[in-house]
């Protein structure tokens, strides 16, 4: 499977173990940065993953910055995208079962590199259930 990752200084360290263990996990990774701590805006990286989702250019986005909270917030703001906040195993779950979320997000500053594995694990092998779910995601596009 082909993810997007993308994270800013406050997401830096994790995005790096994260995209290490994708690609040992046989992942195709597209790692659009941040590449250091320095300090940088984080709806510059949620776009490049936007962009990658929207584009079929991979099949899932992670995104991560400080709390999780504004690069949220940058990602959902564009068509076709559906990134959640995971900070348990029930969210991850859910969060593909109702709401069929193509982007999973994580604070770096709150999220473990172990819960993120669990969760990214989740994440991936879950389906949308679609049926009653469907017709409310249909109400979010606009």
Same mark, same amino acid.
Do not use: W
């Given at each position: 499977?082909?993810?997007?990752?993308?994270?800013?200084?406050?997401?830096?360290?994790?995005? %790096?173990?994260?995209?290490?263990?994708? =690609?040992?996990?046989?992942? !195709?990774?597209?790692?659009? +940065?941040?590449?250091?701590?320095? /300090?940088?805006?984080?709806? %510059?990286?949620?776009?490049?993953?936007? =962009?990658?989702?929207?584009? !079929?250019?991979?099949?899932? +986005?992670?995104?991560?910055?400080? /709390?999780?909270?504004?690069?949220?917030?940058a990602a959902n703001r564009h068509p076709g995208i559906r990134a959640a906040l995971v900070t348990n195993k029930e969210f991850a779950k859910l969060s593909r079962q109702h709401n069929n979320a193509n982007i999973i997000v994580f604070g770096g500053r709150f999220t473990s590199f172990e819960e993120a594995k669990e969760y990214i694990d989740i994440f991936f092998i879950t389906a949308f259930e679609g049926g009653r779910h469907l017709n409310r995601i249909n109400k979010i596009e606009v």
């Amino acid at each position: 499977m082909i993810i997007s990752v993308g994270a800013d200084h406050g997401g830096f360290e994790l995005k %790096d173990s994260i995209v290490n263990y994708l =690609k040992k996990s046989g992942h !195709e990774v597209l790692d659009n +940065g941040t590449f250091s701590s320095d /300090s940088v805006d984080y709806p %510059d990286f949620a776009k490049l993953v936007v =962009k990658d989702i929207q584009q !079929e250019k991979a099949r899932f +986005g992670i995104l991560i910055c400080g /709390s999780g909270i504004g690069i949220s917030i940058a990602a959902n703001r564009h068509p076709g995208i559906r990134a959640a906040l995971v900070t348990n195993k029930e969210f991850a779950k859910l969060s593909r079962q109702h709401n069929n979320a193509n982007i999973i997000v994580f604070g770096g500053r709150f999220t473990s590199f172990e819960e993120a594995k669990e969760y990214i694990d989740i994440f991936f092998i879950t389906a949308f259930e679609g049926g009653r779910h469907l017709n409310r995601i249909n109400k979010i596009e606009v």
